[in-house]
């Protein structure tokens, strides 16, 4: 029981046998916490219906803790804040500073959906109202109140809360959370998403602390990722090649984290000589934006990139990338005939400028289509994977004659066995495990890992389920 004698649980609300649409809510000493409270992803209007539909008041929320700025845990907070939330909106700085960039963007992407389908809704329809405009996006964002990692904050009161360098994206925490009650203390960590052993820049995980409830991710419960060690030489390879045959690599990529990680990878292979020539064009204002605020924040950095950018401040290669902003410069690109890269959003190839870059060189053999992110079905990005011959962008159908390479090493996400690194030097001091954030399959497969390892009570909820710490 917690101090005012209501129950101390937690309802899993989103990311719950799935990837997106982070959000969990925690009931202690009768204040309620929001965990994340991210975009659902999906169907169109399946997913229109899930995040403008809160399962709970916003109103009655007193807090909400955010573990990082990647959109599918931080993606619903200005609709969350218009539906009534009022409270306070902790996370580290460097998050804080993410999640303004990133949402303004996303409301900038809603108001322009709804335009889009106003302009083609059929007579007597009522009218599409953005999910979130940007006037939302601004106002949630000074509800934000930054704490950095290792220095514990209060939430609510008697809740503790305190982040853990996650090691995922620039920012990202592990959230644990210490509750007082009337008579006892109990403990909750929310792992968020959990990085990985050795990717650059950012920091490996901190260890994980062990609780009564551990909360934690499962992407990739599943899966052995191809070692870091060999990104920089299977990247070399594809540019050497491509450029070798005069072609241009096309790289889809999310504007945040992965962007940046090849970027960071390209600019060492320059600087040691492996690479020479290499124009490089980073087509999205928001990667910019986003990479603005990546050296804004050495604090997140590892020692080697703390090092690396002591010696050198161009670490993300003002000097060598080029980053386009106007729509103009966007199209110039295509008039290049000289081999370059271009790294451009959306990562799945749904929408955004690769498209247009997809248009103009995806029926030329010399060219390169480099995709480093998982492609979810039925979207451009998988049809790539899959080397269908023909795929259709925009309104026209066009035949697949650039190679396509395939390097899933990117991936910012724990495998099993950094899962299992990171979440057995704690097994025996964990009470209930809950896994979230993962398709069933993946996370059954942790699980069954995390029982080997001697963990107990390892449930995967449904999108509603509870767990009661204390009644
Ligand atoms: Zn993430």
Request: net charge neutral; with cysteine.
């Amino acid at each position: 029981m917690s101090a005012n004698g209501s129950p101390l649980q937690v309802t899993f609300w989103g990311a719950a046998r799935t990837v997106t649409g982070s959000m969990h809510l925690v009931d202690a000493n009768g204040h309620q916490i929001l965990l994340d409270c991210g975009f659902y992803q999906g169907k169109r209007s399946e997913a229109r219906q899930r995040n403008s539909t809160f399962p709970f008041r916003p109103g009655d929320i007193h807090a909400l803790v955010l573990s990082h700025a990647h959109i599918d845990h931080s993606g619903n907070i200005p609709n969350l804040v218009r539906q009534g939330f009022h409270g306070p909106i902790y996370c580290t700085p460097a998050t804080h500073d993410l999640t303004a960039v990133m949402l303004a963007d996303s409301a900038k992407i809603q108001e322009e959906d709804a335009e889009f389908l106003n302009r083609h809704r059929p007579k007597g329809e009522r009218p599409i109202e953005p999910l979130y405009t940007r006037e939302d996006a601004r106002r949630c964002v000074t509800q934000f109140y930054s704490i950095p990692y290792d220095r514990p904050g209060e939430v609510t009161p008697g809740v503790q809360v305190r982040f853990l360098d996650a090691g995922h994206l620039l920012g990202s925490a592990i959230v644990a959370l210490r509750i007082q009650s009337a008579s006892q203390e109990h403990t909750i960590t929310f792992t968020g998403d959990l990085g990985r052993r050795g990717l650059p820049i950012l920091r490996d995980p901190a260890p994980v602390p062990p609780a009564e409830l551990l909360i934690s991710e499962s992407t990739y419960g599943g899966k052995t990722h191809p070692p870091v060690g060999e990104l920089a030489g299977g990247l070399e390879d594809v540019v050497q090649r491509t450029f070798n045959r005069g072609g241009k690599i096309l790289i889809p990529a999310f504007s945040l984290g992965r962007t940046q990680t090849v970027i960071y990878y390209l600019h060492q292979l320059i600087l040691s000589g492996r690479l020479k020539n290499v124009p490089i064009f980073v087509d999205s204002p928001l990667a910019a934006e986003a990479t603005e605020v990546f050296r804004l924040h050495p604090e997140c950095f590892d020692e080697v990139t703390a090092k690396l950018l002591a010696d050198d401040p161009d670490l993300f290669g003002r000097k060598l990338v080029y980053y386009t902003r106007s729509v103009e410069e966007s199209k110039q690109l295509n008039g290049r005939k000289e081999s370059c890269i271009i790294i451009s959003a959306s990562g799945m190839c749904e929408n955004g400028r690769i498209l247009h870059h997809l248009k103009h060189n995806i029926e030329n053999p010399a060219n390169t289509i480099l995709i480093i992110g998982y492609q979810a079905p039925d979207t451009v990005g998988y049809r790539l994977v899959q080397r269908q011959p023909k795929i259709r962008i925009f309104d026209g159908i066009y035949s697949l004659r650039a190679e396509v390479v395939v390097m899933n090493g990117f991936s910012s996400h724990a495998d099993q066995g950094d899962f299992m690194d990171f979440l057995g030097p704690i097994a025996g001091q964990v009470g209930k495990v809950r896994l979230v954030h993962g398709e069933v399959e993946q996370a059954e497969a942790l699980a069954k890992s995390l029982r080997d390892k001697g963990f107990k009570d390892v449930v995967i909820p449904a999108r509603g389920e509870k767990v009661v710490i204390s009644p």
